[in-house]
């Protein structure tokens, strides 16, 4: 993983995030259920994840070597999926069975299921936990790739995360990069009407972690972000990442009643329509 980009790559990296935008908001009308606003913040750090950072393959999604992808906050799966199609581990035509009977792209991802799924989840506040499981185990067979560990802030009102944030900082393991998805918002309102997170980075740094704090909605900013992480090799690392739930959409865009709400037809159409203006520009 470079941390450099290109004018020419960074403007490819941008049309594939609004095209996940664009397969997120056709997923989720066509299944009428589903999480929308998350999906949609989270649409750039996918992007450069799959197309960018990632030491992965479509063809051979199990080689050891791999970094691993853990998705803690299960919900925004559609964004994950829309990211594997693009990048070939599934027809894109796969997509619009989300949350069918008999699909393998269920409401919350389910390991290999399709392959490429490292981790099963759906309660909240345990992706950190797994993380950690796999840290371990990479120490003890010397292998050589990185975990990340996708969590959202809501998902912080979890003891059990912080046990594993302890954890993790205690036995200094390098070998994660968190992102914190800091969209403000969960199913029931603000975060920080519902149980206040701030001072945040504070908390992580007096659990030992290294903590950058940018701008989840700038590819170019967060993949930066990622190659100084990668450098910091005594302790863990957590990249709080301030994105804006529905993204791209305007009549979306920090709204907490779009957490976990799909759109209607029409709704859909009018997502769409702003969504392939940009694609035009």
Known sequence: MTSSLSKEKLADLLKKANQLRVFVIEMLSEARSGHTAGSLGMADIFTAFYFHILKHDPKNPTFEDRDRLVLSNGHICPVQYAAMALSGYFPVDELKTLRKIGSRLQGHPHRTSPPGIETTSGPLGEGLSQAIGMALAKKLDSKDFHIYCLTSDGEH????HWEAVMFAGKNK???ITQVVDRNNIQI??????????????EKYKAFNWAVFEIDGNNIKEFIEAV???REILEKPVVIIAKTIPGKGV???ENDYLWHGKAPTKEEAERALKELNSYMAE
């Open 227 to 229: 190659g100084k992480a």
């Open 173 to 175: 393991l390098s070998s």
């Open 157 to 160: 009102d979890e003891g059990n």
């Open 188 to 201: 029931c309102g603000k975060t920080e009407d519902v149980m206040p997170l701030e001072p945040l980075s």
């Open 250 to 252: 305007s009549f979306m």
